[in-house]
């Protein structure tokens, strides 16, 4: 540990969570005193105590007793969010939604990640968000898109319970996030949770109405952007298209997980645990990207 550590704790012990816990325990500046579950018998909670980690089967009044943190991660549900973030902020002057809630301050890090180092509620929209809107941004910096949809392909597995539940709120939230972000007029966003076999990699497929849209400058922005995804969140950030026309761009992206437990076809447990373990790290330091 170094002087900069931060003790965090983890909110939701199922699959998000306990991805995150491991990457938390891989990060020089993050030290995770707790992981909290509202049920003893967990499967995430008994691998948490596996890999040495203190837990709590008390749910969000077990966290706050056993406060304070520098940073709570919530990786429970939107709904449950909603009803006890105001209890995490007595506890923790940061805290990282990794819900779809829609309360804290919605960011993406390659995107406003400057501005939320003094942010005290983050909201990280969703992972369908974190991997389109730093692509949608990059297009849409030179010119005013009028629509914008986005088609999310998830591999059944990583689709936990509590994601289920929330895939109202899930579309809901990423098609504010995408016009805050884009400034579009219209967005539209569907999710297919793929029961294939063998799994389909996460991916995010886009189309962007724009009139007045140059090839050249897309190709470059959107270039730009891959490079900055892959520097914070994994090599397997990869542009798989791109097709620009006259007022419309077609463009998709894969994200493949790295690790020691996930499979590569989780993308989007990666993707959305790496956006919250930089945006707690960058705290640490005082730096952004």
């Not at 991997?131 to 629509?147: E, K």
Request: proline share 6%; with cysteine; hydrophobic share 45%.
């Amino acid at each position: 540990m170094n002087s900069s550590t931060l003790n965090v704790a983890v909110l939701g012990a199922g699959l998000i969570g306990l991805d995150l816990v491991e990457k938390i325990k891989a990060s020089p500046y993050l030290d995770c005193r707790l992981v909290v579950g509202r049920d003893p018998k967990a499967l995430g909670l008994r691998r948490a105590a596996g890999l040495g980690l203190t837990t709590s089967a008390g749910g969000v009044a077990g966290l706050v007793d056993a406060g304070p943190f520098d940073v709570v991660f919530d990786a429970s549900s939107a709904a449950a969010h909603t009803a006890h973030w105001s209890d995490l902020s007595t506890v923790a002057p940061l805290i990282v939604d990794l819900t779809p809630s829609s309360i804290g301050t919605p960011v993406v890090p390659a995107v406003n990640g400057a501005d939320a180092l003094d942010c005290g509620h983050i909201n990280l929209i969703s992972c369908g968000g974190q991997a389109s809107i730093p692509l949608l941004h990059a297009v849409t910096r030179d010119v005013a898109a009028t629509y914008i949809e986005v088609v999310t392909t998830v591999a059944s597995p990583t689709v936990g319970r509590a994601t289920r539940l929330n895939l109202d709120e899930y579309i809901a939230t990423t098609q504010a996030a995408i016009r805050t972000f884009t400034g579009a007029a219209q967005a539209k966003v569907l999710v297919n949770i793929s029961p294939a076999d063998p799994p389909p990699p996460f991916r995010v497929a886009m189309t962007v109405q724009a009139p007045g849209v140059d090839p050249a400058r897309v190709h470059a922005a959107l270039k730009d952007a891959e490079q900055q995804a892959q520097a914070w969140c994994t090599p397997g950030f990869t542009i798989t298209s791109c097709h620009v026309t006259d007022g419309q761009v077609t463009v998709a992206a894969e994200v493949t997980a790295t690790g020691t437990r996930l499979p590569a076809h989780a993308g989007n447990l990666h993707l959305i645990n790496a956006a919250a373990v930089l945006l707690a790290e960058q705290r640490a330091t005082g730096k952004a990207l």
